[in-house]
């Protein structure tokens, strides 16, 4: 079946512009995940959606950057006012239930990288 | 709170030498544990994974055994393919607030040369 999907593949902004990342997840999966990969930062959890619960924003680092998911699937991460430290490649992923058995393994879209000028 | 180092890296290998690549993790609970792998330009892709203590996770000739008593989760090949080359992440599935989140190591970049 269809894996995670992922829009745009690359996005060129100038500082202080917002941009929309989206994300539509495998059919099924309740559970989202951003996360961001950079160099000398590694992979970094930035925020989690389960089903209808609030989400767990914990990793976000600033109040510029924020998400939703709408209808249980597709979720968008905005961040706003761009700085070029911004600048990674934002991943998303989606896991299964648990009650199907899973071992809370997660599946991730091809990434989305972001360059601030 | 919960953490995964990773063997330094870059890693260089001769088609068909044998791989290891360390992995030890710090964690409360029971998580379970994954390596995954990116190849370039390709998103990360789960390679094989474990759940409880002592289990062996396999898949394309890969192989990792969750080691409870050494808190690690080595990665193994025993003959490695010039189509390996890619970094490896290794990653600890366990609950921080309401997530069930994974924490990653740095990541280890394979090379092997033919």
């Known amino acids: 079946g269809a894996g995670v999907s992922q829009s745009p593949s690359n996005k060129v902004t100038e500082k202080g512009k917002d941009v929309e990342l989206r994300c539509d997840p495998i059919?099924?999966?309740?559970?989202l995940y951003w996360y961001r990969q950079s160099l000398g930062q590694g992979l970094e959890f930035l925020i989690y959606?389960?089903?209808?619960?609030?989400?767990?924003k914990s990793g976000l680092p600033s109040d510029r950057f924020s998400a939703e998911r709408t209808g249980g699937s597709v979720s968008t991460l905005t961040i706003q006012r761009t700085q070029q430290e911004d600048s990674a490649v934002y991943l998303c992923?989606?896991?299964?239930?648990?009650?199907?058995?899973?071992?809370?393994?997660?599946?991730f879209g091809p990434g989305t990288r972001l360059t601030v000028t | 709170g919960d953490s995964v180092t990773q063997m330094e890296g870059p890693v260089t290998l001769s088609e068909e030498a044998f791989l290891t690549i360390n992995c030890t993790y710090t964690?409360?609970?029971?998580?379970?544990l994954f390596w995954y792998v990116q190849y370039p330009g390709e998103g990360l892709q789960l390679l094989l994974k474990?759940?409880?203590?002592?289990d062996k996770g396999s898949n394309k000739g890969f192989e990792a055994t969750y080691r409870k008593e050494t808190t690690s989760f080595h990665l193994e090949k025993g003959s490695v393919q010039v189509s390996d080359s890619a970094v490896y992440f290794c990653?600890?599935?366990?609950?921080?607030?309401?997530?069930?989140?994974?924490?990653f190591g740095s990541g280890t970049q394979l090379t092997v040369l033919p």
């Open positions: 474990a759940t409880k203590a002592d």
């Open positions: 959606f389960q089903g209808n619960s609030a989400p767990d």
């Open positions: 990653a600890l599935s366990s609950f921080s607030g309401s997530a069930r989140q994974l924490t």
């Open positions: 992923a989606s896991s299964p239930p648990v009650s199907s058995g899973s071992s809370y393994e997660q599946y």
């Open positions: 059919s099924g999966h309740t559970a």
């Open positions: 964690a409360t609970g029971y998580p379970s």
